[in-house]
């Protein structure tokens, strides 16, 4: 993988999430939030919504958009758990707000602005905590956080659309989508748990138990039988970290062997079985180097690598990987990604990927997704650039610790392509001339989509 299993669930999760789930609301209630008190450095330093007042999607979105202008300018001011930006953590984890917005018939649209918000707010933390080894009960309570945020999506999307197992069966779109979003929660989930296990010097297991349990008995319908049996022995592994017997015991309640699943799950059991098999197919397949880069020669001391199916190519140093994920588009249509991908440990990170759509969106060019990708992206310094005769923008993102070129090139209006290369902030000077190499080597010749 190219990057961390947590980060691309929550990815998979947020394309996923808008079409349909189904399960019960966490039943507890997050406490009100005290008025808060002097400012602290990122509350004068940016313009951020009020805590001691419910918020609305657009302020957890002025939220998002803040965190994520903070990872780029000043990461050392991201809000914890504790200390002066308590408040804001709160808001953002405890999502009494969102709550309340899932009683009744909850507006999707606006659970969708949550739902996209969060994810890239998931991202931040997750990249914080598994690559960085910081900010690990963040990254837990944000989790948690975000899959109590798709249950409850699940649950409105259900009742507004009244989706059941006839509806699903007639709809195989809809059908797959859910398979997959299934299988992406359940994976997330057992993934956090397996963090704790494994960097229990960032992660604290006990913790990460405190805060998953209050919402193990809603996930845990949407579990087959062989995951719960998954989550139970990390469960019997955690009792050796030092994690609390109330904590273990109400994740064996939830998950426990004669636990009855959600109907829908139980009545799409095989196509769940089916798709797990698949997954783990593919991921040993890319571990075994099943799914080959073709190799099309040298250049210099470089080698162009095309990706198999697709024809596209760039010069890399070394072999690349590659991989192909497909997934489902918040609109409900098929969606491919193929990436070619080198990461040197400690200095050079390269990628060159293709998306498509089985269907261009309605009413949007190629070029409205390239600004669309850039402006996502944060990218600074654009200028238009052509690959091959497609136009795109190329443009600039530098962090803390890694300075990027990224070029963004529309192919139709169904396929859109990222090339990108990053280097440590203090050798991008020095690297300056490879950067430009890696993605001025970018080629379309013979793409297919």
Same mark, same amino acid.
């Not at 909850?106 to 960085?132: C, K, N, P, V």
């Given at each position: 993988?190219?990057?961390?299993?947590?980060?691309?669930?929550?990815?998979?999760?947020?394309?996923?999430?808008?079409?349909?789930?189904?399960?019960?609301?966490?039943?507890?209630?997050? %406490?009100?939030?005290?008025?808060?008190?002097?400012?602290?450095?990122?509350?004068?330093?940016?313009?951020?919504?009020?805590?001691? +007042?419910?918020?609305?999607?657009?302020?957890?979105?002025?939220?998002?958009?803040?965190? *994520?202008?903070?990872?780029?300018? $000043?990461?050392?001011?991201? %809000?914890?758990?504790? &200390?002066?930006?308590?408040?804001?953590?709160?808001?953002?984890?405890?999502?009494?707000?969102?709550?309340?917005?899932? /009683?009744? +018939?909850?507006?999707?649209?606006?659970?969708?602005?949550?739902?996209?918000?969060?994810?890239?707010?998931?991202? =931040?933390?997750?990249?914080?905590?598994?690559?960085? /080894?910081?900010?690990?009960?963040?990254? *837990?309570?944000?989790?948690?956080?975000?899959?109590?945020?798709?249950?409850?999506?699940?649950?409105? =999307?259900?009742?507004?659309?009244?989706?059941?197992?006839?509806?699903?069966?007639?709809?195989?779109?809809? $059908?797959?989508?859910?398979?997959?979003?299934?299988?992406?929660?359940a994976r997330g989930v057992h993934d956090v748990l397996a963090?704790?296990?494994?960097?229990?010097?960032?992660?604290?297991?006990?913790?990460?138990?405190? !805060?998953?349990? %209050?919402?193990?008995?809603?996930?845990?319908?949407?579990?087959? %039988?062989?995951?719960?049996?998954?989550?139970?022995?990390?469960?019997?592994?955690?009792?050796?970290?030092?994690?609390?017997?109330?904590?273990?015991?109400?994740?064996?309640?939830?998950?426990?062997?004669? $636990?009855?699943?959600?109907?829908?799950?139980?009545?799409?059991?095989?196509?769940?079985?089916?798709?797990?098999?698949?997954?783990?197919?593919?991921?040993?397949?890319?571990?075994?180097?099943?799914?080959?880069? +073709?190799?099309?020669?040298?250049? /210099?001391?470089?080698?162009?690598?095309?990706?198999?199916?697709?024809?596209?190519?760039?010069?890399?140093?070394?072999?690349?990987?590659?991989?192909?994920?497909?997934? !489902?588009?918040?609109?409900?249509?098929?969606?491919?990604? $193929?990436?070619? &991908?080198?990461?040197?440990?400690?200095?050079?990170?390269?990628?060159?990927?293709?998306?498509?759509?089985?269907?261009?969106?309605?009413?949007?060019?190629?070029?409205?997704?390239?600004?669309?990708?850039?402006?996502?992206?944060?990218?600074?310094?654009?200028?238009?650039?052509?690959?091959?005769?497609?136009?795109g923008l190329e443009g600039r993102l530098t962090t803390d610790?890694?300075?990027?070129?990224?070029?963004?090139?529309?192919?139709?209006?169904?396929?859109?392509? =990222? +090339?990108?290369?990053?280097?440590?902030?203090?050798?991008?000077?020095?690297?300056? /001339?490879?950067?430009?190499?890696? *993605?001025?080597?970018?080629?379309?010749?013979?793409?297919?989509?």
């Open positions: 993988m190219f990057v961390p299993r947590s980060l691309a669930v929550a990815r998979g999760l947020l394309l996923l999430l808008p079409l349909l789930g189904a399960c019960r609301p966490a039943r507890e209630v997050v %406490p009100p939030v005290e008025t808060p008190g002097p400012a602290s450095d990122l509350q004068r330093a940016y313009d951020l919504p009020r805590t001691d +007042v419910a918020w609305t999607a657009r302020d957890y979105i002025k939220a998002r958009d803040v965190l *994520v202008r903070l990872e780029r300018e $000043r990461p050392e001011l991201l %809000p914890r758990l504790d &200390g002066p930006d308590a408040a804001l953590m709160a808001r953002l984890t405890g999502l009494a707000d969102i709550e309340a917005a899932a /009683g009744g +018939v909850a507006d999707t649209d606006e659970l969708l602005a949550f739902s996209q918000a969060g994810a890239d707010i998931l991202h =931040i933390y997750s990249a914080r905590a598994l690559t960085r /080894g910081e900010y690990g009960r963040e990254y *837990v309570a944000v989790a948690v956080a975000y899959f109590k945020l798709g249950v409850l999506q699940f649950e409105a =999307i259900l009742a507004a659309e009244k989706l059941d197992e006839a509806a699903l069966r007639a709809n195989d779109v809809r $059908r797959e989508a859910f398979v997959e979003v299934r299988f992406q929660l963090s704790a296990l494994a960097l229990p010097r960032v992660i604290d297991p006990a913790y990460t138990a405190a !805060t998953l349990t %209050p919402i193990a008995a809603d996930v845990a319908p949407w579990f087959l %039988p062989e995951e719960r049996d998954r989550i139970l022995d990390l469960a019997d592994r955690l009792a050796a970290a030092a994690v609390p017997d109330p904590d273990l015991a109400t994740l064996r309640t939830a998950f426990a062997p004669d $636990r009855e699943a959600h109907p829908i799950v139980d009545a799409f059991a095989e196509e769940h079985r089916e798709f797990l098999d698949k997954k783990e197919a593919l991921l040993a397949a890319v571990a075994a180097g099943d799914l080959a880069p +073709v190799d099309l020669g040298r250049e /210099g001391e470089w080698t162009r690598w095309a990706f198999p199916e697709a024809g596209f190519s760039a010069a890399f140093p070394l072999k690349p990987n590659a991989q192909k994920q497909s997934h !489902t588009a918040t609109d409900g249509v098929a969606m491919t990604t $193929r990436m070619l &991908g080198l990461k040197q440990a400690g200095r050079i990170s390269r990628l060159a990927s293709c998306i498509t759509r089985a269907q261009p969106i309605a009413g949007r060019t190629r070029d409205d997704d390239v600004k669309s990708i850039t402006a996502m992206m944060h990218l600074e310094g654009l200028r238009p650039i052509t690959v091959e005769g497609a136009a610790t890694a300075h990027g070129l990224i070029r963004v090139v529309g192919l139709s209006d169904k396929t859109s392509c =990222i +090339v990108s290369i990053d280097v440590p902030k203090e050798l991008a000077r020095e690297l300056e /001339g490879e950067m430009r190499r890696f *993605v001025d080597s970018f080629r379309l010749a013979g793409f297919r989509e």
